[in-house]
């Protein structure tokens, strides 16, 4: 027998609307994927940091815009000069930050020689150390090196209709020649935001990565 | 009411065996961990290929036993010459092959200049080319070179414990500080076999393996 339930219209008896919810965010969540986008070592810098690799009273140029509005890849490039070795021509990314930070593989870790561990960008108290080399001059980090977390960036209607919080932390499937359940994601929401994952180079290496590959939500 | 059922006993009436079945295989294969193992870059030869690398005569001569039984490290060494870069140093693993078989990562495969499929160990028809330099000459392989499809030995009793077969595609989850599941990975049966998963340093790296790591199969 139905009944008319308020809000919703009439239902047949005994319909559980809260399964009927969760069903329908996970249709949803199917539906709505997402670019998957591969980062290869980058940094961050402070304003100071930046005077002493490139010179007094000099800035962040832009080169190109990068998938995140406002931020850009520079057109000035560093080099890390680690205990085991060095990586030249590494992308500085702006525009500046607070605190500098390095964003490393556990590939470029190895050849660096370091031990930076697995942290959420901006939470880098007590990671690993590095030189920063520059043409003016260098930079010695007590800490802000780490293996950057992967993380998809969404604004917050993206994250309605994901059924997400910021801070959460979800199973995103990437498919392709060998396709990955990355567990433990972490969901960034901000307006500032534009909806992408962001993997590193190992993760994009062990999924067959492809550029243009777009992930879903799974349970 | 309850009612004989034959061969297993008084059951409730209405019981779903099957489901019990099926409940009851999952809970076993959550139960049976395996070790994972990190393979590095490394090649299998065919008795031609030692000869033309190591000289007339010469065979591969044991270093230490790998955890198939059987197989082992050699104490010879090889250069793999790609048309961007060398990889000197590089493992052979022995007994020797029909055919060689040379296995890189795609971090290696960017190294080398070079675009090697994903593939089952074995399967090298039209895979990637490169030259293999010993001491004693050089072997210029049409095809043989992959990254191998990440997969799991296993005994015949072990594959019943987990309900799979041979050729069958599992989930695995490999637990640590960035949990993954991988999803296609190769079930490998043969009572020759020892049960371990394979896997190699990218996709180690993106799971943040730590030598020791259990995986499970998963639903």
Request: hydrophobic residues 40%.
């Amino acid at each position: 027998m139905d009944r008319p339930r308020e809000g919703v219209g009439r239902l047949p008896a005994g319909l559980d609307l809260d399964a009927l919810a969760e069903r329908v965010v996970w249709a949803l969540r199917g539906r709505i994927s997402f670019e998957v986008e591969a980062s290869g070592r980058h940094v961050h810098l402070s304003v100071p940091h930046v005077e002493a690799l490139f010179g007094k009273g000099a800035s962040l140029s832009p080169e190109r815009p990068l998938s995140q509005p406002g931020q850009f890849l520079c057109s000035q490039r560093v080099t890390l000069v680690g205990p085991k070795g060095d990586m030249r021509n590494v992308a500085v990314l702006g525009p500046e930050r607070d605190k500098t930070q390095v964003e490393v593989s556990m590939t470029d870790a190895l050849t660096l020689g370091i031990s930076p561990p697995v942290r959420d960008s901006g939470d880098i108290r007590g990671s690993a150390q590095l030189v920063i080399r520059g043409p003016n001059g260098e930079v010695r980090l007590d800490e802000g090196v780490i293996v950057a977390h992967r993380h998809i960036h969404m604004t917050p209607d993206d994250a309605i209709l994901l059924g997400v919080r910021d801070g959460d932390r979800v199973r995103v499937r990437v498919p392709g020649d060998r396709p990955v359940i990355f567990e433990e994601v972490l969901v960034r929401v901000s307006p500032k935001y534009s909806l992408a994952m962001h993997i590193d180079y190992d993760e994009a290496n062990a999924c067959g990565y492809r550029k243009g590959v777009r992930g879903n939500i799974v349970p």
